[in-house]
């Protein structure tokens, strides 16, 4: 039977709306009582509406990560796709920072993550054949990463390495990067669609929906912090 069935677009669905999902919950329900009300309990943990929110929300990371491979591998200008990445973490960093309380937050938000491990593809890429080179940049980025602080940190880098390392060993790839998410173990459902893919674009064609993707994190962001403002408990 053939399962591969979900295109690019789909995959960036559903990214977008278990992120939402997640902070939904984290940034503005997490003191509902509603929302913290016990549903059933698995050994001696509670499953609550907002446990639930945040398990969804643990699928975005990893198929955000799997759809920078993809980019890199199939677009057509890799110099403008990495500067799209950071204008867009650029322009996320003051929601970023409203939702987590203030206008200055000690971590960055997750576009800078996402640059990062971009960044790691390239130099994969522009330093095949220099083994000094590709290690010192891979290093390098890396160092970044930890004092950068961006979401997800230095292990989100290596793990956008790792799916493009292991892009053509899928059962290998999932195993593996469900392993390095550790106690985010949830996250690794997320290679059930990724294993669902086509290799097809989808119905995210041309600039408009193309930007309209990016514009959606930071105004979430910012949609969350007004309504966590005005309507919070």
Request: hydrophobic residues 55%.
């Amino acid at each position: 039977m053939n399962v591969k069935i979900l295109s690019g677009s789909h995959l960036k669905l559903l990214a977008v709306i278990s992120m939402l999902a997640d902070h939904l919950a984290a940034f503005w329900w997490h003191s509902w009582p509603e929302f913290q009300t016990v549903l059933f309990t698995i050994g001696h943990r509670a499953v609550t509406p907002f446990v639930l929110l945040r398990l969804v929300g643990r699928i975005a990371f990893p198929l955000f990560c799997f759809l920078i491979v993809e980019g890199f591998l199939h677009t057509r200008d890799r110099r403008r796709y990495g500067i799209n990445l950071g204008v867009f973490a650029l322009l996320s960093e003051i929601p970023w920072n409203l939702v987590h309380g203030g206008w200055l937050f000690p971590t960055q938000n997750v576009f800078f993550t996402l640059l990062l491990g971009y960044l790691g593809l390239c130099a994969i890429e522009r330093f095949r054949e220099n083994k000094g080179a590709l290690a010192a940049s891979l290093i390098g980025l890396f160092v970044v990463s930890i004092f950068l602080r961006a979401d997800y940190g230095c292990s989100g880098y290596g793990f956008i390495l790792l799916l493009y390392a292991l892009r053509e060993q899928k059962l290998l790839q999932a195993v593996v990067g469900s392993c390095v998410l550790g106690t985010k173990w949830i996250a690794g459902m997320a290679f059930i669609p990724i294993n669902m893919y086509n290799g097809q674009r989808g119905f995210v064609k041309g600039p408009v929906w193309k930007y309209a993707f990016y514009l959606f994190y930071p105004l979430h962001l910012l949609a969350i912090w007004w309504l966590a403002a005005h309507y919070g408990r």
